[in-house]
């Protein structure tokens, strides 16, 4: 295969919306986990799984694990960017990093490792992905394997860790 | 101290709400996450520390960490239940494993991992739990400590792990 030209994803924007605020006055944790999921739409419409595609070819991506790590809180209204690199993908699974930045944060405020399953929708059954969407795939790889490592990548949770 | 009496704590009962439903008529992975953050929020309010507590005392928890593995689809008006376990905990930390079941499975649909702190709202700054809500751990660890060992902690995510 002709090795792609690395073509990045833009970042998705959005706001924390005053539903998404709990007693804290802070954005509940279930949300940043909505925004989140958001993005990683973004990105299959970015690799031609949108919603038309899906529907007429019968494919779909599911959400296997996703990992969340809480770093800063964030009060309603505050605009937030998600940037979201792939860190690896096979035959029919993608590994998403995602990092969620607000002002008035330099650094992100909460970052999320997820894994994805793409899937024929008639079993549903796991299938591999099409040829085209397996191009975009490899560009967007190309593209993210010159940046930094994650910081916040491969994390067990536990008490013993601290 | 006194050794705590068992205690568990009463499973948490939610249904599939339609706005939670997304494109492929199953409900979002982030509202997975709400319903185990409410989930967590039953805890809180089991070991006396409600809304109310929360205010007079000046306390809050806040989510550092939640890890998320899905394990099948629930549909709109699906009944679903959570059971939350209390794994582990120091001074300030409450590490959590939550179970979601959902008619037809008898399986859990979707497990989570979590990692909570006990603040004090004033800083906020990290801060030991009170002795009320320290013996009301004490009995919830004591209960769940009889129970079989998690089936899915301490994962993490990687393709080479297929």
Redesign the interface.
């Known amino acids: 295969m002709t090795q792609q030209q690395p073509m990045a994803l833009p970042p998705y924007h959005d706001v924390v919306h005053a539903q998404w605020v709990d007693?804290?006055g802070h954005m509940?944790?279930?949300?940043y986990?909505?925004v989140?999921?958001y993005a990683t739409d973004a990105l299959l419409d970015f690799i031609g799984l949108d919603?038309a595609a899906?529907t007429a070819r019968k494919r779909?991506v599911?959400?296997?694990?996703?990992?969340?790590?809480?770093l800063h809180?964030t009060r309603q209204g505050a605009r937030l960017r998600v940037d979201t690199r792939l860190i690896?993908?096979?035959a029919k699974?993608l590994?998403l990093y995602l990092e969620m930045f607000a002002d008035p944060h330099s650094a992100p405020v909460a970052v999320s490792?997820?894994?994805l399953l793409h899937v024929d929708?008639r079993g549903p059954r796991a299938v591999a992905f099409d040829s085209d969407v397996n191009q975009r795939l490899e560009a967007l790889a190309t593209a993210a394997a010159v940046l930094p490592p994650p910081a916040h990548?491969?994390?067990?949770?536990?008490?013993a860790r601290?």
């Open positions: 007693y804290n509940r944790d279930a949300f986990m909505l989140f999921s919603a899906r779909s599911y959400t296997l694990e996703a990992h969340l790590l809480y809180e690896a993908y096979d699974r590994h490792e997820q894994m929708t990548a491969g994390r067990v949770i536990g008490l601290k």
